[in-house]
C-alpha cells in the first residue's frame, strides 16, 4: 500500500512540474508565433498559411449564427477549432509532435482557467463553452 502511495505522490510530482513548465509558455496566435513555437520549416509555413486561411473563411461563415443559434454556433466554432488543431498535428514531424503536446495541454491548461474563473463568477455552462470555444 505505501509504494502505491508512493508511486501516486511521485506522478502528482511530475504533473505539478509539467504544469509549472507550461505556465512560463503562451498559445502562438499568429504565423510567425506558430512559425516559432513549432520551428516550421518554409513548406510547413505555406501549409499554416493554406489552413489558417480556411479557419477564417469558415469563421466568417458561421459569424452570424452567435446571435441566431448559440447552441449550434457553439458545435461549429469546436468543430473548426478541431480542425485546424488535428490539420496542425498532421503535418508535424516526430520532433514537432512533441510541442505539439505541450501546445495541446497549454490549451487545456487555459480553457481549466477559464471555466473555473466563469463558474466563480456564475456563469452558465453555455456561456463557459461559448468563451471556451472562442479562446
Given at each position: 500500500m505505501r509504494i502505491f502511495a508512493s508511486i501516486i505522490a511521485v506522478l502528482f510530482a511530475f504533473n505539478?512540474?509539467?504544469q509549472s513548465n507550461l505556465k512560463d509558455l503562451t498559445l502562438p496566435t499568429s504565423a510567425e508565433e506558430f512559425t516559432s513555437f513549432f520551428n516550421l520549416n518554409d513548406d510547413q509555413v505555406k501549409k499554416l498559411e493554406s489552413f489558417t486561411?480556411?479557419?477564417?473563411?469558415q469563421l466568417d461563415l458561421i459569424k452570424d449564427m452567435k446571435g441566431a443559434d448559440l447552441t449550434t454556433y457553439i458545435s461549429?466554432?469546436?468543430a473548426i477549432n478541431k480542425g485546424f488543431t488535428t490539420s496542425l498535428e498532421l503535418m508535424l514531424n516526430e520532433v514537432q509532435l512533441?510541442?505539439?503536446?505541450?501546445?495541446?495541454?497549454l490549451?487545456?491548461?487555459k480553457n481549466q482557467e477559464i471555466r473555473q474563473n466563469l463558474l466563480k463568477a456564475g456563469k452558465s455552462e453555455q456561456d463557459i463553452k461559448l468563451a471556451i470555444v472562442e479562446n
Open positions: 505539478l512540474n509539467a486561411d480556411r479557419k477564417s473563411n461549429k466554432r469546436n512533441v510541442e505539439f503536446k505541450k501546445y495541446i495541454s490549451i487545456r491548461l
